[in-house]
């Protein structure tokens, strides 16, 4: 997995390499191991699969201020229907109103981009597979400062309070998807 992120993930405590001012322009892997979000990604696999997951995890800094565009690439072990797996992440996010399938000819590009997004909590996904190869690669949007801490504390209050999950998130974003 790949996470292209802007200078905004940087972090609250900055260091002279994540450092708006530093960053901000920069293209360049800065956690090509160990990032501490792996962790994260393992359990919630395994929570999900039953099986612990082997996450290979790399950050890339892009010259940008806001969101994420995440690449992952996971191997079938059987081969697979070209549209199986679009289908199982379809059923799985059915009931999910902040997660959208991106589909080939219903937008400019048939991957997300973090760009549109901006001021949503929306998460944007894609997917591709490799039927040759056995490879499922899919692609992740989302603008981290509203579907990161802020949108999730927003949305997890409605939930508790016992209020439309949507509520207080339903900004679509500029940019007609």
């Not at 994420?68 to 199986?84: G, K, Q, W």
């Not at 797996?85 to 080939?104: D, G, N, W």
């Amino acid at each position: 997995m790949d996470a292209k992120t802007g200078s905004s993930g940087g972090g609250a405590t900055p260091d002279r390499s994540s450092h708006h001012p530093e960053r901000a322009s920069a293209l360049r892997c800065y956690r090509a191991v160990g990032h501490r979000h792996t962790g994260e990604i393992e359990n919630v696999v395994e929570r999900l699969t039953r099986t612990r997951p082997s996450v290979h995890f790399s950050a890339t800094a892009v010259p940008s201020v806001r969101g994420i565009l995440a690449t992952v690439h996971a191997f079938a072990s059987r081969p697979l229907d070209e549209n199986e797996p679009l289908r199982a992440i379809a059923t799985a996010y059915r009931e999910k109103p902040f997660v959208r399938l991106i589909r080939p000819n219903t937008s400019a590009s048939p991957f997300p981009e973090p760009g549109p997004l901006q001021g949503t909590n929306y998460c944007d996904l894609a997917v591709d597979v490799d039927t040759e190869r056995g490879r499922i690669v899919v692609n992740v949007a989302i603008d981290n400062l509203v579907k990161g801490a802020a949108g999730t504390a927003v949305h997890a209050i409605n939930l508790m309070l016992g209020r439309p999950e949507t509520e207080g998130l339903g900004f679509r974003g500029l940019h007609p998807i």
